[in-house]
Each structure stands twice: as structure tokens, then as C-alpha cells.
């Protein structure tokens, strides 16, 4: 227990290190954030660059990327310097330290000469631990010069994945900070970043000369996170039942594709009594920013977003993730999702699908300007989230599966788990579907094809004359909605394509003929009906604990109550003081004392001082007389 992984004797006999006070890592973990144990990697990526050598750190959101840099940065001589592609990111994490007590600053563009100036002083006097800029600042020749100046006692790149070309990020500013490397040959370097596939992670160590050994990896899963796919039914009451059923006063986000469905799911959210706030990049830089400010700054607010949102946001109490429409691959659905449940504490990734929607994203993909190749990807990473969608199997299982990762047993926390689907032998279903195509002449769309199964001599039916064709009425047996639900999987399965020509017609696929011939089956699945989803019964988290009577619930928000009037006062978002988690613990051990309130994971010995009496005396109150 008591091993320590470091080898003090060697440290201490480092000329830089000697000079600070000697402790370790474990001692600042426990003193300055109060947190009892490391998780995943840190610890041997800290051990790694406090001897001076570099790492690159690929973990999942919320994994503790951060730490695996500032506390490195408190233990050496020196101030770290630490590359954020976002404003926003930089202030939060700055906020989220000097509550910590810690000695950190950002420059960026929105400080003011007089303030930039009174930061450049701090550092020339040695006092700052932690610095933060924006990579085109610290590529400016005046910045490097002042650099020469400092003691630098770690470079750290954050989302490092920008560096790379293969990611989704790319940003030409991080390019040049392969020659930082060049110009502080020996000074350790710490590249973080949760999203990295094994071309970007290469590519992330070639530019940065990281060697193999350099490389810290942790798994991709976020067990907190319950993933839930819904077939598209009336959205918007779909999602507002879901908000009223199981997160009433939460915050979250809500992504959709268009700006107009942004602006009208938001004002429609507000007419039914819950705040909500919308944001993409039709909105002007301001409105942007105090939305974003809002959401931050505010608990329970519901912000409903395009993509333009989201990157670099890393408040942790963001308590669910719901997708109106498909994202556009796995990838993208992963790391949207990802930004619930940061703080470990149980969270939703919701989604609501329909075949429509794809029909529509293969359609803007088609008549986008792109190179072929690069609309051969995108179908392909599409069909990947189509098959996600449509899976009779652990979503996770799924999802991990296509990051490379193998999840032995169905995870138990998501919807297919919870409510385990029934399938059923769909192979005479299939096969009606796909004559009723092929005699139709491969033209039509859904509705149509369905309206000829079910018998209907509808106008058109009657005007091709397909109330004659062999397979009219054949396929009564089955609903409309259940039809439906046959052509989505067997789109799902590649047995059917849908034609993009604006119809959505129908097609086979090669890999019908051997179903429509007998000689393979298919399986579907039943669509669930929508159950009222059951209360958690386990905090799939572990650890986490989560108010559930009725005198808990009322000692949490007033807890809450206490961390946002303090917040305001300081003009920082709520979750820099304490985390729910932090919060939550409170109400489950009901501490008396400072003592026994300094073992509570996230009060270290600052936040103690600062904070420690206030909060005492919420829970004195609700536990004295109990209501
Ligand atoms: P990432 O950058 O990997 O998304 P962060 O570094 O922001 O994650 O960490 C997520 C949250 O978890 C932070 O609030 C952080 O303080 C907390 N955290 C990090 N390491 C630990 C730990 N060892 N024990 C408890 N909480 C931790
Ligand atoms: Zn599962």
C-alpha cells in the first residue's frame, strides 16, 4: 500500500527538484485536490515526466488528463507551460487551480495590456507553477524569447490530437510545436488527448519524436454513461419525456443538425417550462459566448446545439446527451456523448433514429462538392453508426468493439441490456419486402412499398397498377410501423440501399440475392415498445452516491444552493468549488467535523479552509432536525 512507485533517494538528488519542497505525488494528490487514490495511468505517467521524461496520454473524457500534467508542474522547479487550443478551456481550468490554491495564469487575447503585463512580471519573478497559451501565442518570436528567460518545468499540450492531420481538429498553429520541441530539447513533454485512433496517435508521436515508450493508454469506456437508441416517434415529446422523467433540473445538451431545428427545439423547450438556450454558428460571437457563459455558470440549464458546440467544454456535471438526429459516424456520436458524466456520476446518452435521417445525411453527402474517396469514407462511417443503431446487442459492446477494444460481457447499462430485445426470424418478411422492390422496378420509397404489402389501393398504387402485382396485400400480417421497422434493419443490414435521387427509392443489394433466393436468414430485432424506464437500481459508477430520500434530496440543493451563491460571488462556474460528487458525499456521510470533512474526495486542504464552515453548517442544519 505504502510502496511508492518513485524513487525518492534518485529524485531528491535532481538539482531542480531539490529546491521545492519535497513531496510526492501521492501527498499533493491528497493535499492540494483531496482525493484519496490515482486513477488509471496517472501515477506512472507523473512518475514518467517528473524524471524528466515525456508521455503521451490518451485517455477518455474525465479520465484525469489534467493531472497527469499540474501535478508534475507543482513538483518541479519552474513554471509549466501548458498549450489549450480554447479560451474557454483555459479559463476554467485556471479558475478550477487557484481555487486549489495553486499559482496559475492564461494569456490569451482576451486579457488587457495592463493584465498581460502584471502575468509577464509573475513569471519573470518565478511565481506562476502553471501557465496557459494559445499556440499561436507561443510560437510568436517575442513569447519565445521571453521563454528563454524561465525556468520551464514541463511543456504540456492539451487535445494534442489538433497536431495531427488525420484528426478531426487539425489546427495549423499546433504544427509548429514540434520546433518548441527543438528549442527546449530538455524539457519534459506532456501531450494529452482523448480522442487519438491509431493513425493519430502515430502521427501525434512522429511530429512530437515521442518514443513507443512514451505512450500511455487507457481504455475508451465510460461506464457511467447509460447509451439509450430510440426510434424517432414525435421527437420533441419523446425528448421532453424523457427530460421530465429523468432529468428534471439537470443540465445537459441537446445536439441537432440544423440551425432551425436548433432555434426551434429550444423555444419550444422554453414554452414547455424547462430553460433551455440554443447555440450554433448562425448565433453572433456574443450571443455565443454568453450562452456558453450561461450554461457554465448556471446549474439545470439545457443548451440545444449543432456540433459547433461542445469542444472544449468540460464542465462535469453535464448530466445527459441527447441526439435529435443521427451523428454522422461512431466517432463523432462517442465523443459528442462523451461530454456527460464527466464527474463519474451516473449519466444518459439518449438518441432518437429513424432511417429517414440517414436517407437524409447520404443525401447531403452525395450532392457535396467532396472527392469520391472521401464520400466512400463518410458512407462507411455512416452505415457504422446505422449498424450501432439497429444492434440487437450491448451497445457498448458495440461501440467499444469499433474503437478496438473488446468488452467481455454485455455491460448491464444500456438499453439493450436493460431491456434485452427480442428478435425474430424475419426471413419470409425480407423476402416479400425485396420482391415487392424488385417488381415495383426498384423505384420506390418506403411509404409506397408498404402501402402495396398492406394492400392499400391508394392513388398512386392504382396509377402503376401495382394493386396487380403478386406481391399486393401480401404482407398483412405485419403494421405499417413494423414495416417500417423491416426496411430500416435490412437498410441497417446492407441488404437494401436506399437511392438518394430525392425519393428515397429502394434498391437491392448484392447481398440480398442469396436472402431472396432462401438460402441465408435474417434476424430482427422487435422495437422495444417505449417502457417507462426504470429507476437505476445500481450506481453503475461504483463509488458514486446518489440522493434518493426525500431529506437527502433536500440537504443536496442546499448544498448546491450554498456552491452557487459562493460561485457568483467569485464569478466562477459552480463546479470549480466542489463537484457533485463532492456535494453528493456530503449528504452520505454527513460530516461534523472538519476533520471528517477534509476525507470527502475533493477537499483538499485550501478548499478546507476556504469553504469547510459554510458547508458544516448546511449539513449541521439538515441532519439536527431532520424534516
Ligand atoms: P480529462 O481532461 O481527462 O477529461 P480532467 O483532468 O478534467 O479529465 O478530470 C476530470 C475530473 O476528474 C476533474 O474534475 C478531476 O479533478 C477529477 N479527477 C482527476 N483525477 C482524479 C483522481 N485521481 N481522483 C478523483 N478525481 C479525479
Ligand atoms: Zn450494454
Known sequence: MMSSVIDWTLLAAMPDFATKAVRSPRQVLREVYGYPSFRLKQEAVIQRVLRGGDALVIMPTGGGKSLCYQIPALLREGVAIVVSPLISLMQDQVDALRQLGVQAAYLNSSLTRSEQRRIEERLARGELDLLYVAPERLMTDAFLAQMQGWTIALIAIDEAHCISQWGHDFRPEYLHLADLRQRFP?????????????????????????????????????????????????????????????????????????????????????????????????????????????????????MVATVAFGMGIDKPNVRFVAHLDVPRSLEAYYQETGRAGRDGLPADAWMTYSLGDVVAMRKMLDDSAAPEAHKWTERHKLNTIVGFCETPRCRRQVLLNYFGEALDAPCGNCDTCLNPVETWD????????????????????????????????????????????????????????????????????????????????????????????????????KDPRPVKTKKRATTPAGEAFVPETDADKALFDALRDLRLTLARDQGVPPYVIFHDSTLAAMVQHRPTTPAALRTISGIGQVKLERYGDAFLQVVQAHTASPA
Open 186 to 302: 530538455d524539457v519534459p513533454c506532456i501531450a494529452v488527448t482523448a480522442t487519438a485512433d491509431a493513425p493519430t496517435r502515430r502521427d501525434i508521436q512522429q511530429r512530437l519524436g515521442f518514443a513507443d515508450e512514451d505512450l500511455f493508454i487507457t481504455g475508451f469506456d465510460r461506464p457511467n454513461i447509460r447509451y439509450t437508441v430510440v426510434v424517432k416517434k414525435n421527437p420533441k415529446q419523446q425528448l421532453l419525456r424523457f427530460l421530465r422523467s429523468e432529468h428534471d433540473g439537470d443540465a445537459g445538451i441537446v445536439y441537432c443538425l440544423s440551425r432551425k431545428k436548433v432555434d426551434d427545439t429550444a423555444a419550444w423547450l422554453r414554452e414547455q417550462g424547462i430553460e433551455a438556450l440554443p447555440y450554433h454558428a448562425g448565433l453572433s460571437a456574443a450571443e455565443r459566448q454568453a450562452h456558453q457563459d450561461r450554461f457554465l455558470r448556471e446549474e439545470g440549464l439545457v
Open 426 to 525: 424475419g426471413t419470409e418478411a425480407a423476402q416479400k419486402v425485396m420482391s415487392c422492390i424488385v417488381r415495383t422496378g426498384q423505384r420506390f420509397g418506403t411509404a409506397h412499398l408498404i402501402d402495396v404489402l398492406l394492400g392499400k389501393a391508394t392513388d398512386k398504387v392504382r396509377r402503376f397498377r401495382h394493386d396487380r402485382l403478386p406481391t399486393f396485400g401480401v404482407g398483412t400480417e405485419l403494421s405499417a410501423t413494423e414495416w417500417r421497422s423491416v426496411i430500416r434493419q435490412l437498410v441497417a443490414a446492407d441488404l437494401l440501399a436506399v437511392e438518394v435521387d430525392g425519393y428515397g427509392s429502394i434498391k437491392l443489394t448484392e447481398a440480398a440475392v442469396p436472402v431472396l433466393k432462401g438460402a441465408q436468414r435474417v434476424e430482427f430485432r
